[in-house]
């Protein structure tokens, strides 16, 4: 039998409202509003085609004795129905994301224009075709292949050189799934200038600093004793500022590094020489303790390596007051190895925990300004385990103290005098 016909603001309302709640569910969903109404848009299709599928075969066989106003609003239902399809289809080719659908095995279904662009697809040839046999050579096949739910982040567009993508997959229909893949060259670019810029502004300065910083120490604090105080306030701002400069540089540096230099790292040196800065910068006002039972050293860059650990030793002496303890641990654990420091200096409230290794945060300028830090340690020590695929863990109490510790996984410990290669 034939349904009514559907009054003809009813159906573009629904298809707006729809696309509104995909608009809506997208924001909240971290607030990738056209990945929404992409998702909307596809479902929408998908449905529409289905409903088509079970409409046809009545539709096209028009009951012989249907009345000519049945005949007519059938036609116009239909007519309607293939202009959303239509609508709908030209929007998602439309987008400046990637999307993809695949079928349960994973062949393309259905793919828009950016997926031509950046993925490299052709039409008609690669309707049908499975996609992972499409991208072979490719990051992308790999990350198929293993079949992970984790998205996949800065790649090399397989049909694009110069451009780099960021792909997530997503559950959708009956075992279908749905590909989406952002271009990601320019927040790329952008983050490269803000590099650039870093390291420019920091190196320009490094020189004229360098000079002040000399001139400062010649001048003789007896010469002109009323100078004195301003003189020394002098020195120790020009050396702040210089040591600033000098991190900045050691950021950006490590910012662009791949991989670091495979030497050995001879811990039960590496562990004397940090609990001997440590023991100067506390100067008697701290007891300063190390356990070390590892028996492994390191394999990864010493000079990077010696910087990481003894930031956390500085930073446990520089937040704990006079009368503390730190501990400085080298111990096996069942995955590695791990550095710690412990300290029972402020400690850090939770709130703040996430936060702490990102570039100048401090929970208190000024504690951080008065103790000589620059803001920047904790982001240093970051990106230097980052090289080396290590974790960083902070466990902290307020009031109780902090550990800061290092995991290394077995890839990068070396048997104590051993050959290099073992
Ligand atoms: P800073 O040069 O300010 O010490 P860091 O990057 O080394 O910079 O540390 C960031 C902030 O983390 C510090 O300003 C301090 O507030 C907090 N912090 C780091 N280590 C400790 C610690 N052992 N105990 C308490 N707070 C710490």
Redesign the pocket.
Known sequence: MIQPATPSWKLPAALAATLLVGAVLGWLADGHVAVGVALVAVAEVVLLLTRIGHQTPPMMATPAAASPLQHDRFMMRSRRIASSLRDLRNAASQLPDAVVLLDRQQQIRWFNHAAENLLGLRRPQDRGAPLQQRMAGSDLADWLRRGTQEPLSDIAAPGQADSQINVSMLPFGDHEQLLLARDISHLNRLEQIRRDFVANVSHELRTPLTVIHGYLELLDLEDVPELAPVLSEMRAQSKRMGQIVEDLLTLSRLETQHQVADERVPMASLLATVRKEAEALSQGRHRIVLESTAEADLLGSPKDLHSALS??V???V???PTGGSITIRWQRVPDGAVYS?S?T????PAT?LAR??E???????S???D???????????KHVLNLHQAQLQ?D?TPGV??T?ACHFGHARLLTPGGSDDD
Not at 345 to 348: A, D, K, L, S
Not at 359 to 365: A, N, T, V, W
Request: hydrophobic share 35%; glycine share 16%; aromatic share 12%.
């Open positions: 930031n956390l500085s930073n446990a520089r937040y704990t420091v300290d200096g402020f400690g850090i703040h702490l290794t570039r100048f945060y401090r929970i208190s300028s504690r951080s300004r103790s000589g830090g620059t803001g920047l340690g904790l982001s240093i020590v902070i902290s103290g902090s800061f």
